[in-house]
Protein backbone atom coordinates (compact mmCIF):
# COMPACT_ATOMS: atom_id res chain seq x y z
CA UNK A 1 0.00 0.00 0.00
CA UNK A 2 1.37 3.61 -1.20
CA UNK A 3 2.16 5.87 1.51
CA UNK A 4 -0.29 8.53 0.66
CA UNK A 5 -3.51 5.37 0.74
CA UNK A 6 -2.21 4.36 4.61
CA UNK A 7 -2.75 8.18 5.67
CA UNK A 8 -5.68 7.72 4.03
CA UNK A 9 -6.86 4.58 5.69
CA UNK A 10 -5.43 6.27 8.89
CA UNK A 11 -7.46 9.34 8.45
CA UNK A 12 -10.56 7.74 7.67
CA UNK A 13 -10.50 5.49 10.95
CA UNK A 14 -9.34 8.23 13.38
CA UNK A 15 -12.19 10.49 11.73
CA UNK A 16 -14.68 7.37 12.58
CA UNK A 17 -12.94 7.27 15.96
CA UNK A 18 -13.21 11.07 17.19
CA UNK A 19 -16.92 11.69 15.61
CA UNK A 20 -18.34 7.87 16.42
CA UNK A 21 -16.36 8.25 20.12
CA UNK A 22 -17.61 12.19 20.50
CA UNK A 23 -21.41 11.26 19.51
CA UNK A 24 -21.28 7.72 21.58
CA UNK A 25 -20.07 9.58 24.97
CA UNK A 26 -22.40 12.72 24.24
CA UNK A 27 -25.27 9.95 23.59
CA UNK A 28 -24.55 8.37 26.53
CA UNK A 29 -23.95 11.09 28.78
CA UNK A 30 -26.87 13.44 27.58
CA UNK A 31 -29.37 10.36 28.29
CA UNK A 32 -27.54 9.44 32.09
CA UNK A 33 -28.12 12.91 32.87
CA UNK A 34 -32.00 12.83 32.92
CA UNK A 35 -32.14 9.49 34.15
CA UNK A 36 -31.98 11.13 37.96
CA UNK A 37 -29.41 7.82 39.09
CA UNK A 38 -26.14 9.58 40.39
CA UNK A 39 -24.60 6.18 40.45
CA UNK A 40 -24.94 5.72 36.64
CA UNK A 41 -23.89 9.38 36.54
CA UNK A 42 -20.61 8.93 37.85
CA UNK A 43 -20.22 5.63 35.90
CA UNK A 44 -20.32 7.42 32.92
CA UNK A 45 -18.90 10.42 33.24
CA UNK A 46 -15.49 8.17 34.60
CA UNK A 47 -16.29 6.08 31.18
CA UNK A 48 -16.86 9.70 29.05
CA UNK A 49 -13.73 10.69 30.75
CA UNK A 50 -12.00 7.60 30.00
CA UNK A 51 -13.18 7.34 26.21
CA UNK A 52 -12.04 10.51 25.87
CA UNK A 53 -8.46 10.08 26.83
CA UNK A 54 -8.35 6.91 24.75
CA UNK A 55 -9.69 7.42 21.64
CA UNK A 56 -10.34 11.15 21.27
CA UNK A 57 -7.13 12.29 22.12
CA UNK A 58 -5.12 10.55 19.83
CA UNK A 59 -6.84 11.35 16.93
CA UNK A 60 -6.83 14.77 17.42
CA UNK A 61 -3.35 14.69 16.66
CA UNK A 62 -3.98 12.20 14.02
CA UNK A 63 -6.33 13.89 12.02
CA UNK A 64 -4.42 16.88 11.40
CA UNK A 65 -1.02 14.79 10.86
CA UNK A 66 -2.85 12.63 7.97
CA UNK A 67 -4.92 15.40 6.39
CA UNK A 68 -2.38 17.94 5.86
CA UNK A 69 0.25 15.36 4.98
CA UNK A 70 -2.04 13.94 2.44
CA UNK A 71 -3.03 17.47 1.13
CA UNK A 72 1.06 17.85 0.87
CA UNK A 73 1.45 14.67 -1.38
CA UNK A 74 -1.62 16.35 -3.46
CA UNK A 75 -0.01 19.82 -4.18
CA UNK A 76 -3.02 21.12 -2.47
CA UNK A 77 -2.01 24.45 -0.64
CA UNK A 78 -3.71 24.66 3.07
CA UNK A 79 -5.38 28.16 0.99
CA UNK A 80 -7.67 25.67 -0.81
CA UNK A 81 -11.34 26.78 -0.41
CA UNK A 82 -12.38 23.23 0.98
CA UNK A 83 -9.14 22.54 2.95
CA UNK A 84 -9.21 25.94 4.81
CA UNK A 85 -12.60 25.62 5.29
CA UNK A 86 -12.27 22.47 6.77
CA UNK A 87 -9.41 23.72 9.05
CA UNK A 88 -11.12 26.27 10.55
CA UNK A 89 -14.17 24.43 11.27
CA UNK A 90 -11.37 21.73 12.99
CA UNK A 91 -10.22 24.24 14.76
CA UNK A 92 -14.13 25.36 15.80
CA UNK A 93 -14.23 21.65 16.78
CA UNK A 94 -11.35 21.67 18.84
CA UNK A 95 -11.97 25.08 20.56
CA UNK A 96 -15.71 23.50 21.52
CA UNK A 97 -13.88 20.23 22.93
CA UNK A 98 -11.08 21.67 24.99
CA UNK A 99 -13.80 23.11 27.67
CA UNK A 100 -15.59 19.80 26.99
CA UNK A 101 -12.56 18.10 28.43
CA UNK A 102 -12.48 19.92 31.59
CA UNK A 103 -15.92 20.13 31.91
CA UNK A 104 -16.01 16.15 31.98
CA UNK A 105 -13.56 16.31 34.40
CA UNK A 106 -15.22 18.00 36.68
CA UNK A 107 -18.34 16.43 36.01
CA UNK A 108 -16.47 12.71 36.82
CA UNK A 109 -15.52 14.64 40.00
CA UNK A 110 -18.60 15.89 41.71
CA UNK A 111 -20.77 12.74 40.18
CA UNK A 112 -18.43 10.64 42.01
CA UNK A 113 -18.64 12.66 45.02
CA UNK A 114 -22.54 12.72 45.02
CA UNK A 115 -22.57 8.87 44.36
CA UNK A 116 -20.24 8.38 47.67
CA UNK A 117 -22.13 10.53 49.82
CA UNK A 118 -25.51 12.06 49.78
CA UNK A 119 -26.68 11.05 46.48
CA UNK A 120 -27.16 14.41 45.17
CA UNK A 121 -25.94 16.86 42.29
CA UNK A 122 -25.40 19.95 43.56
CA UNK A 123 -26.29 23.21 41.18
CA UNK A 124 -22.94 23.01 39.73
CA UNK A 125 -23.10 19.81 37.73
CA UNK A 126 -25.92 20.77 36.31
CA UNK A 127 -24.46 24.15 35.45
CA UNK A 128 -21.49 22.25 33.67
CA UNK A 129 -23.58 19.48 32.05
CA UNK A 130 -26.05 22.90 30.25
CA UNK A 131 -22.32 23.96 29.19
CA UNK A 132 -20.76 20.45 28.03
CA UNK A 133 -24.02 20.39 25.71
CA UNK A 134 -24.01 23.93 24.64
CA UNK A 135 -20.16 23.29 23.49
CA UNK A 136 -20.85 20.22 21.98
CA UNK A 137 -23.31 20.97 19.62
CA UNK A 138 -21.58 23.48 17.37
CA UNK A 139 -18.68 20.91 17.71
CA UNK A 140 -20.61 18.42 16.32
CA UNK A 141 -21.97 20.40 13.20
CA UNK A 142 -18.32 21.45 12.50
CA UNK A 143 -17.25 17.78 12.02
CA UNK A 144 -20.26 17.16 9.85
CA UNK A 145 -19.37 19.86 7.67
CA UNK A 146 -15.80 18.55 7.58
CA UNK A 147 -17.13 15.53 6.66
CA UNK A 148 -19.01 17.30 3.55
CA UNK A 149 -16.16 19.09 2.70
CA UNK A 150 -13.68 15.98 2.60
CA UNK A 151 -16.09 13.85 0.48
CA UNK A 152 -17.42 16.82 -2.00
CA UNK A 153 -14.44 18.63 -2.27
CA UNK A 154 -16.21 21.88 -3.57
CA UNK A 155 -14.86 24.71 -5.13
CA UNK A 156 -16.96 26.86 -2.66
CA UNK A 157 -16.62 30.13 -5.03
CA UNK A 158 -14.09 31.75 -3.26
Known amino acids: MSLYLTLKWL ?9 GTGLGSAFYMFFTNRSGNVQAQAVVSRLVVRADWWFTTPTVFIQPATGLGMAAMAGLPWSTPWLAVSIALYLVAGACWLPVVWLQLRMRDIAAQAAHGDGVLPPQYWRYTRWWEALGYPAFVAMAVVFYLMVNKPSLGF
Do not use: A, M, P
Open 11 to 19: HIISSVLLV
